[in-house]
Structures are given as C-alpha cells and as structure tokens.
C-alpha cells in the first residue's frame, strides 16, 4: 500500500535550474497539497489542489507552480530555482477538507 | 492570522513515564485538529484527528483532547518507550479552509 509517494527523494539543483517534483497517491483522494518545511519555521503550504483541473495558491507560492492534470498526480514546478528555496518538500493528500491529511516522505532539495 | 504552538520545543524523559505535549492555536474558528510524527529525515505519520465537535481521540497509548474555546489541544502518551523520540507536530484546519496551519513541533526523547 504505497499511500503518498514523492520524486525524487533528493535533489542538488544550481541557481537559475529548473525542476519538477512529483506527488503520486493511489488513494484516491480529492484534496492534495505541496509544503515546505524550513527550520523553525514549521511547515507552510505552497499550493493545493481541490481535484483534477484545480489549482491554487497557498501561504508561499511565488516562485512556483503546480499542476494537477490527473487526480493521483500533483507535480510542483520551480522555473528557476534559489537558494531561498533550499527546503525539504513535502506532499499530501485528503479525500476532503476535513479528513485526515497523509504525508509523503519528503523530498530534500539544495540549491547552490 | 492562525498561529500555532506548541511548547516546550524538546522535552527528554525516562522510559515509562506518562507525558503530555501541548499545542495551543489562537484561532478557535476550526474544523479540525491533527496530531503528527515525524522521525529525523521522514515524513509526517498520522497519529489522532480530532473534528471541532469532539473532546478527545484515542488510539492505543496516545490520548489527544481538545478545548476549541480556549484554543488548546493536548497529546498525552502513556508509558513511553525509546521508540516514541520523535518530533510531534500538531496541525489546525480552520473553518470552510482548506490549508493546515503547522506548529513547529516538540522534539521528544525518550531515554532508557
């Protein structure tokens, strides 16, 4: 039972790169969301999607994109990668807003 | 704005002994309540969702309540053992939203 499944784990990126972050869930769930987790800073959420087609922006998007053109599939885009965006990403999904969200296991990526 | 904490940001204590973590949000307008884990370099582990309308959860050693008039929730874990170290990290829902809003977290260890 794979439930949230993220690619690649790690990633070494140099500034002004582009790259795609994939969030596959075989649970059939409606609501999937892309966070950033940065020390003392918790995690915040980047974008989220409220089903196949829909978009939108959370508390940090600038500087990235999502698209969710299948339901299992969430890909998170950065076009020309920072430093600032130096993070650990995490991926999540729900079947609505008020179930339990599943996580996951992150994807850890540098950017020099 | 919701903001969540949770304090003491690391507590150390001796195998077998009762422990209460707090989370406290200043926003009482929410749906709902999630309590995660999180192991060095892993994703987030589910542990107990709570719905605005309920007081507590449980599931085996762990117990979580919630006070939405006072904007607190506790996680209560019974005669702990090394392998619940860890970072738990509680989450807000608010109302008719659908981002989860993070606290830093608690790191926990607990020692033999």
């Known amino acids: 039972n794979a439930g949230v499944t993220q690619t690649p784990k790690f990633r070494v990126l140099k500034t002004g790169q582009s790259m795609t972050l994939l969030c596959a869930q075989d649970?059939?769930?409606?609501?999937m969301y892309w966070y950033r987790q940065d020390p003392g800073m918790g995690l915040r959420l980047i974008h989220y999607?409220?089903?196949?087609?829909?978009?939108a922006k959370g508390e940090v998007p600038d500087g990235y994109n999502v698209s969710r053109l299948k339901k299992q599939n969430f890909l998170l885009g950065l076009e020309s990668a920072a430093p600032s965006q130096t993070s650990v990403y995490f991926c999540?999904?729900?079947?609505?807003?008020?179930?339990?969200?599943?996580f996951g296991q992150g994807t850890r990526l540098t950017v020099v | 704005k919701q903001e969540v904490t949770q304090i003491p940001a690391a507590l150390s204590v001796p195998e077998g002994e009762n422990l209460v973590l707090n989370c406290s949000f200043t926003?009482?307008?929410?749906?709902?309540l999630q309590w995660f884990r999180q192991d060095p370099g892993k994703g987030l582990t589910s542990l107990l969702l709570?719905?605005?309308?309920?007081r507590e959860q449980t599931s085996g050693r762990l117990n979580a309540s919630l006070d939405k008039s006072s904007g607190r929730s506790t996680l209560y874990i019974a005669a702990s053992q090394p392998g619940d170290s860890a970072t738990y990290l509680c989450?807000?829902?608010?109302?008719?939203?659908?981002?989860?809003?993070f606290g830093t977290g608690t790191q926990l260890k607990v020692e033999l």
């Open positions: 999607s409220v089903g196949e087609g829909t978009t």
């Open positions: 709570i719905q605005s309308s309920q």
């Open positions: 649970m059939n769930h409606e609501y």
């Open positions: 999540a999904s729900s079947t609505s807003q008020n179930t339990e969200a599943f």
């Open positions: 926003d009482s307008a929410i749906y709902n």
């Open positions: 989450a807000v829902r608010p109302g008719g939203g659908n981002k989860l809003t």
